[in-house]
């Protein structure tokens, strides 16, 4: 019999936290990623584009997701199928960059789009699903706490990760290195899926009747969308949340440049980063029930990271900068997350979930304009500056939701 807030389901959803993090911390769009696209590509704008497909090609998919999602009393079924395609579309990156690396750059970078491209796409389907779960399984109260549990356990293992980033960057030439940790981690990544999709999955009660045609669909999710204030404040403050894109893939690629970085400092950077992470979950996020003040907090201290960007230039302020990431990048996961639940009726939730995390996630192409903007002005300052101001302004917005 479901038992809602069942320390069973934790577990299964932690677990599941910490092999995906453990797989896909390799390609953190702070620091491998940038660099590994930089081997194959010396224009900024493609290490932009890189970042944003990483997580990007979700959006197409997030309405038409919920459109179908809305009739479904359950969706772990359809859960079990986005967990298959993510795992083949990023083991098949490894095995590009390993069949092709360095005598076909320009097939193998365009490879690895393709496979990025995928991986997230599918995600589009995963993040409603997910949030259904969530709502489905788990009060506010122990959504919160589950959901700080399953930062805390993708930070160690991501922690665990960079170290193994590190020494494989370190004893292996690129782009071997990147065609090694690909491979392994998507075994790592199975493990997660399958403790995930145990999870007992109650029914939903109360389902919407999907219309016949999607275009009538998102004539009712724009309607929505227009009646609903408070939902569009929400997705204006979570959209300039995602300000931090601007700049961040392209901090690591200054620090190479000023610091000369080894393969154990950009490991060692990816472990400081989940340690900000662990902080902030276990001092703060665990112990705020409100969401609209962890927005808050996570802007300023995103803000406080690029502030000490504009100056760094050590090891030192760079592992700073890192250890704010980290605190702060949950800080926005979770709430966004848990705002647009609270405020969505059952039986629209996955309307409310795709309408929200569709906009926002225009966001996500935010590394593209960084990179323009990098490469017109050649100055880091610049961009480290744009994004301090949209997420300055992205704080003033947060504070108006409470």
Excluded: C
Excluded at 216 to 234: M, Y
Excluded at 307 to 319: E, G, P, R
């Amino acid at each position: 019999m479901f038992k809602r807030d069942d320390p069973k389901n934790n577990y299964k959803n932690v677990t599941h936290a910490f092999f995906l993090a453990l797989a896909i911390t390799i390609a953190e769009p702070s620091t491998v990623l940038p660099l590994m696209v930089h081997h194959f590509s010396d224009s900024m704008v493609v290490v932009g584009v890189f970042a944003s497909l990483l997580r990007g090609g979700a959006i197409a998919v997030q309405l038409y997701a919920a459109f179908h999602a809305q009739a479904y009393r359950s969706v772990l079924p359809y859960l079990r199928k986005v967990f298959f395609f993510r795992w083949i579309s990023w083991f098949l990156i490894g095995v590009s960059i390993f069949v092709f690396g360095e005598h076909h750059k320009e097939l193998t970078l365009l490879l690895i789009g393709i496979g990025l491209f995928f991986f997230s796409f599918s995600a589009g389907f995963g993040a409603i699903y997910f949030k259904e779960l969530q709502a489905k399984l788990f009060s506010k109260t122990y959504r919160g706490k589950t959901m700080a549990n399953r930062q805390i356990a993708g930070s160690i293992a991501s922690i665990l990760s960079g170290g193994v980033a590190g020494y494989v960057l370190e004893h292996f030439d690129a782009p071997l290195s990147y065609a090694y940790l690909f491979m392994v981690s998507s075994f790592f990544m199975v493990i997660g899926f399958v403790a995930f999709v145990t999870i007992e999955e109650p029914e939903k009660e109360q389902v919407l009747v999907k219309e016949k045609h999607f275009r009538t669909f998102l004539r009712n999710a724009v309607q929505i969308l227009r009646a609903d204030k408070k939902l569009q404040r929400q997705i204006f403050a979570i959209f300039l949340s995602y300000s931090y894109f601007l700049a961040m893939p392209f901090v690591i690629l200054n620090a190479n440049s000023s610091i000369a970085l080894t393969g154990w400092m950009l490991g060692g950077f990816i472990s400081v980063q989940m340690l900000g992470s662990i902080f902030g979950s276990m001092m703060l996020w665990r112990r705020i029930h409100h969401y609209e003040k962890m927005l808050s907090m996570s802007f300023v201290m995103m803000i406080a990271a690029f502030v000490i960007a504009l100056f760094a230039d050590s090891v030192y302020a760079y592992a700073a900068i890192f250890l704010l990431f980290g605190m702060a990048l949950d800080g926005f996961n979770i709430a966004g997350m848990n705002l647009v639940i609270e405020i969505a009726p059952e039986a629209k939730r996955p309307i409310y979930t795709a309408l929200q995390t569709n906009i926002v996630s225009l966001g996500l192409f935010f590394p593209v304009l960084g990179g323009a903007i990098l490469k017109g002005t050649g100055s880091y300052s610049v961009v480290y500056i744009l994004a301090i101001a949209m997420l300055v302004a992205g704080f003033l917005v947060s504070r108006r939701l409470r």
